[in-house]
Antibody
Framework: QVQLVESGGGVVQPGRSLRLSCVASGFTFGSFAIHWVRQAPGKGLEWVALTSYDGKNKYYGDSVKGRFIISRDNSKNTLYLQMNSLGPEDTAVYYC???????????????WGQGTLVTVSS | IQMAQSPSSLSASVGDRVTITCRASQDISNYLAWFQQKPGKAPKSLIYAASTLQSGVPSRFSGSGSETDFTLTISSLQPEDFATYYCQQYNTYPFTFGPGTKVDIK
């Protein structure tokens, strides 16, 4: 069955960096786009980023553009999110989610990981 | 693209018919998904392409709409359906979610 397992969350000081990982299993990882979505405590869902199946196309939400970098290693079935210049507003549970191709370079979410918590605090 | 949902919360009883509305700030065709989230859990995908059920989703869930106006309907609310529901557009980057609708027990 499809599984996505995030890791790398924890407590980090403002201004520092952190890298999240998402290991996939149960499907051909290199054939699917993958999203990152986050959720601040008690708040709604916020779309963060997406990478195409081959890593060549990447898209970001406005609040993370220029600070976060999404990447993937298809040989390791692993997705990454490099988060730089972190601020308290980045405190959230971060989910990776599989993207199914829909049309014209668009991808909807079908499966979600369980999430990893990032807390930005001094 | 901004997404709005109404109501923000509702109280309903088991067996009730429930309808949640999602509105996009511009035409998104049918590039609309719905998700269910229970407290402390990851979201679950329910519907994509505005009206297509994800595999394994009960048929009491249905979606409709196009362009800017969409609805999620639960035909007969079950105890396991009490949750928060989110819509999301995937027509234009950056993709955006609605603020959510919490469905709780009356």
């Amino acid at each position: 069955q499809v599984q996505l397992v995030e890791s790398g969350g924890g407590v980090v000081q403002p201004g520092r960096s952190l890298r999240l990982s998402c290991v996939a299993s149960g499907f051909t990882f290199g054939s699917f786009a993958i999203h990152w979505v986050r959720q601040a405590p008690g708040k709604g869902l916020e779309w963060v980023a997406l990478t195409s199946y081959d890593g060549k196309n990447k898209y970001y939400g406005d609040s993370v553009k220029g600070r976060f970098i999404i990447s993937r290693d298809n040989s390791k079935n692993t997705l990454y999110l490099q988060m730089n210049s972190l601020g308290p507003e980045d405190t959230a549970v971060y989910y990776c989610a599989r993207g199914r191709y829909y049309d014209s370079g668009s991808f909807y979410i079908d499966y979600w990981g369980q999430g990893t918590l990032v807390t930005v605090s001094s | 693209i901004q997404m709005a949902q109404s109501p923000s919360s509702l109280s309903a009883s088991v067996g009730d018919r429930v309808t949640i509305t999602c509105r996009a700030s511009q035409d998104i065709s049918n590039y609309l998904a719905w998700f269910q989230q229970k407290p402390g859990k990851a979201p679950k995908s329910l519907i994509y392409a505005a009206s297509t059920l994800q595999s394994g989703v009960p048929s009491r869930f249905s979606g409709s709409g196009s362009e800017t106006d969409f609805t999620l309907t639960i035909s007969s609310l079950q105890p396991e359906d009490f949750a928060t529901y989110y819509c999301q557009q995937y027509n234009t980057y950056p993709f955006t979610f609605g603020p959510g609708t919490k469905v709780d027990i009356k």
